[in-house]
């Protein structure tokens, strides 16, 4: 790639373009002085070297001309060293080329007009003291191309005019050495141009850089407080989460022991009930009596489902131990459950189907009667719960993201629905998806709570899906036990 390319890629493409240009605009500013005095220097060697060669009006007024110039640009390089912001870099630039292109217009006049005057010694003369004076503006305009040529181009082309139209050998020659001067300075501010810029971006980027660093220091500096403080927070938080856990663990102990003691206080007194309704069917009573004992005996039958079921809860919540001795087949456990509810859900006129794969025939862990009471609780719940439609009981295996095989269990209503608000809270103690249903089919709400325990105690999972109005299905898996 060339300078010319190279520049124009530094130009076009360094993501400090504005500063580089104000940049370069002062380093132009910078040499006003040296400019001002070289053309002063100039002026001077000329009007004296060619006094009494030329009219003394036009070598006069040309004098003239270019000090009044020469006095313009010394006052715009003054008024920008006090007072630079008071224009923009843009104003700056063009009346520094305005103010230029006014030298060259100059030089292009005393070119053009005082050659012809001169005889070939003088003329070459003046040659020597433009191509001096032209070398110089090399030195004051390279920063922008522009600069260099509006000072250039005026005079040389003016000179070059001259040179081949006169009809001079001396003046032909020296037209052409003319070229290649021009092509030699013209190359050579192109390559200070580049050199400039590259300065400038670098050192530009190194700024930038020294100020990235400074900023990062000072953001790590900021984010090693903050840490600090987060850490402390964090600390306080941990202390308050453990306080607030040991807390939990507490209420949950005194809880659990609080319903084992009243389960067991209220159990005496019961069995002490049943007992004595047991006597006293013996005894000779009126069918009024008889019917009251019945409700007796099923309150009672009911009050100690209600305190084994609390009891049971207690149980599974401080043992957290897990079962995993005994084994079940699950075929066997649906058949089971299906026919001890197909009464219940034939006097709702529901059907009660069940649907056993052939791997339903694998023991799985988990003691019979733990398995038997989890599916009952979902099949009573489901004929509950649904007034239309039926009951479908699958169970089946699958291979779980452990790598083991499991049976799957799931019961399929068409009844109500849970909404999924409910339905996160539906194994926890004491809740209901409705609470509503507590007064018309009763319950504690411990159904599936305890379901949750006992499957889980089991080594398995629960879950459930549910859409308002579509229906339920209740699922639980439980790993097959591995042949030896």
Request: proline share 3%.
């Given at each position: 790639m060339?300078i010319q390319?190279?520049?124009a890629e530094?130009?076009a ?7 580089i240009?104000?940049e370069?605009i002062?380093?132009?500013y ?5 400019a ?20 003394s009006?036009?070598l ?6 270019l ?6 640009r010394l006052f715009?390089w003054f ?5 630079e912001?008071?224009?923009?870099y ?9 103010i ?14 005082f050659i ?14 433009l191509?001096?004076?032209?070398s ?10 522009a600069?260099?040529?509006?000072v ?13 139209s006169?009809?001079?050998q001396?003046l ?5 050495m003319?070229v290649?001067?021009s ?8 390559r ?10 670098l050192?530009?980027?190194?700024e930038?850089?020294?100020?990235n ?16 403080e987060?850490i402390k927070?964090r ?7 453990i306080e607030?856990r ?17 389960s067991?206080e209220i ?10 309704c ?14 009251y004992?019945?409700?007796?005996d ?8 209600l305190?084994?079921n609390?009891l ?9 131990q ?5 084994g ?5 456990i649906?058949?089971q459950v ?10 709702k ?5 069940k ?11 988990g003691?019979?009667?733990s ?13 509950k719960f ?5 009951i ?7 291979r ?6 499991y ?20 194994f926890e103690?004491?809740?209901?998806a409705?609470?509503?249903t507590?007064?018309?089919h009763?319950?504690a ?13 089991m ?8 859409e ?5 299905t ?11």
């Amino acid at each position: 790639m060339d300078i010319q390319s190279k520049t124009a890629e530094l130009e076009a493409e360094s993501p400090h373009i504005t500063r580089i240009l104000i940049e370069r605009i002062r380093v132009l500013y910078a040499t006003g002085f040296l400019a001002v005095m070289a053309l002063y220097v100039s002026a001077l060697i000329l009007v004296l070297l060619l006094d009494s060669h030329l009219p003394s009006d036009v070598l006069y007024s040309w004098a003239k001309a270019l000090i009044v110039v020469g006095a313009f640009r010394l006052f715009l390089w003054f008024t920008f060293r006090k007072q630079e912001s008071m224009l923009g870099y843009t104003t700056w630039l063009n009346l520094h080329l305005l103010i230029s292109f006014c030298v060259g217009l100059t030089w292009a006049a005393a070119t053009f007009f005082f050659i012809p005057l001169l005889n070939t010694e003088l003329q070459l003369t003046f040659t020597i003291v433009l191509f001096a004076y032209l070398s110089g503006t090399m030195t004051t305009q390279y920063p922008f191309l522009a600069a260099f040529l509006v000072v250039f181009a005026p005079p040389g082309l003016a000179f070059l005019y001259v040179a081949f139209s006169e009809q001079s050998q001396a003046l032909y020659t020296v037209g052409l050495m003319f070229v290649v001067f021009s092509l030699f300075v013209f190359a050579m501010s192109r390559r200070m141009r580049h050199s400039l810029l590259v300065s400038l971006r670098l050192q530009l980027e190194n700024e930038a850089l020294t100020d990235n660093l400074q900023m990062q220091r000072e953001g790590t500096e900021s984010l090693h407080h903050s840490l600090d403080e987060e850490i402390k927070a964090r600390k306080h938080v941990e202390l308050g989460l453990i306080e607030a856990r040991d807390e939990a663990t507490r209420a949950k102990t005194a809880k659990s022991e609080f319903l084992g003691i009243i389960s067991h206080e209220i159990r005496t007194p019961m069995n002490g009930i049943v007992g004595l309704c047991s006597l006293l069917r013996d005894t000779e009573l009126t069918d009024e009596q008889r019917e009251y004992l019945d409700l007796i005996d099923q309150s009672s039958d009911d009050m100690m489902y209600l305190v084994n079921n609390i009891l049971e809860y207690t149980d599974l919540m401080s043992n957290s131990q897990p079962i995993t001795n005994g084994g079940c087949i699950p075929a066997e456990i649906v058949d089971q459950v299906t026919q001890a509810y197909a009464t219940n859900a034939a006097d709702k006129s529901l059907y009660l189907k069940k649907e056993c794969a052939p791997g339903a025939r694998e023991m799985c862990q988990g003691r019979p009667d733990s398995v038997s009471k989890v599916l009952s609780t979902l099949v009573n719940n489901a004929v509950k719960f649904t007034d239309h439609g039926g009951i479908t009981v699958w169970v089946d295996t699958q291979r779980g993201e452990d790598g083991r095989l499991y049976s799957r269990f799931e019961v399929e209503d068409t009844g109500l629905g849970i909404d999924e608000t409910s339905l996160k809270e539906l194994f926890e103690g004491f809740v209901q998806a409705d609470p509503s249903t507590t007064r018309e089919h009763g319950g504690a709400g411990l159904g599936l709570a305890l379901c949750k325990l006992r499957v889980e105690a089991m080594g398995g999972q629960i879950g459930a899906r549910s859409e308002p109005g579509k229906g339920s299905t209740f699922w639980f898996v439980l790993p097959i036990r591995e042949k030896h």
